[in-house]
């Protein structure tokens, strides 16, 4: 008979889940709360949100913490959630180093670890990743085995296919096809790998310029010119993990880059990838190295950022690079549609808001929508953050699950 099997919508026991992981999910928002405040916001009554706080409290998911105070009559016993009750990582891989973090349940940063990985040797990459993991783990006073869940973020994209990361020839040691099974083996936790670009967008939409925005695209500039798209609040990724790889593509302004993946670029990278930066400043005056790139561009646009008004060199390189930028996103506004489209990355965030002005009055004349542009709200490592914040949400669905 319907209603009659354990875990059967409507039963007592998930109608119980439910509450329980309504009153989890205040807590993480909102921090500590009281019985009364949580039976308010919940709409429960007092007795059932004292029996939910004892049962979140057994479990180990909450626990009592001070009292309130200030307010007239008896001071409230205040409930937290528990910190130690889970922990996640995050992995942000690129080609000079790896840098790790574990966070507990609540989403703060508890450990980090930096590991250099200078050169280019391509083997090693298992043994890389378990030691800045357990870096991470040990800043954070836990093992390895303590971490419920870890992601890793890389440039390019593992093919569901075959296993195989593409679209990333410049990261040696992780195109072999048995990589993710090695890692496997090794690592005690689900883990899952995602496109850094992806994760960066993953981040701004759970806690930066995203927040409540179902449709949006991301423009990252830093080492590499990167896209990425979440419709209807879920990344979009392709068909082989491919979508967003917009250095990729041919745009007006620069020539066709033939066998883009062995040349590793093609025509939106060449025209406003951030070698373009310090190319279009020597064209115009300013006496300038080219390389470190990320390093040169984003010391040019941050200086444009504050010198513009001064100098005419400064605002002619805003607006020139500017155009560049939107000559490419004018064609990806023109599949996508996007109501709101984030600028992130080094180089874009050193340019900071005179540079997004200009960007946003030239796809203004370049498309015939006109999606709103803005800055990442998450401008320190938000691919790591973006790890986090995955690894989190899975994490928490497990945990806070009290109907099994």
Known sequence: MAGTTPGTPGTPRVLRAMNDRAALDLLLEHGPLSRTRIGKLTGLSKPTASQLLARLEAAGLVVATGTTAGRPGPNAQLYAMNARAAYAAGLDVTPNRIHAAVADITGEIVGEYELRTPGRAASGVVRQVTDALDGAAEAAGITR?????????????????TGRLRYASHLPGWHSPTLLDELAAV???????????????????RVGAARGHADFAL???????????????????????????VGFLPVPGTPLVRQVTK???????????????????????????????????????????EAHGEDPRYAELLDRYAERLATGL??????????????????LVAGGEPLRARVQAELADLSASRPRLVLTAVPRRPVLRGALESALATTRDEVFDTSR
């Open 219 to 245: 423009l990252w500039n830093e080492e590499g010119l990167g896209g990425a798209l979440v419709l209807g609040g879920r990344l979009h990724r392709g068909f082989t993990g491919g979508a967003g790889e």
């Open 145 to 161: 085995g303590d971490v419920r869940r870890l992601v890793i973020g890389t440039p390019g994209a593992f093919d569901p296919a």
């Open 263 to 305: 040349a590793n670029s093609g025509g939106f990278q060449e025209l406003a990838g951030v070698q373009a930066v310090p190319r279009i400043a020597a064209a115009i005056g300013i006496d300038t190295p080219e390389q470190p790139y990320v390093r040169i561009a984003s010391g040019l646009l941050a200086h444009a950022a």
């Open 330 to 347: 004018a064609s990806i506004v023109a599949v996508l549609d996007p109501e709101l489209i984030v600028l992130s990355g080094a180089v």
């Open 187 to 205: 690592l005690p936790m689900p883990f899952e790998y995602e496109n850094d670009v992806n994760l960066a967008a993953v981040a701004e939409q």
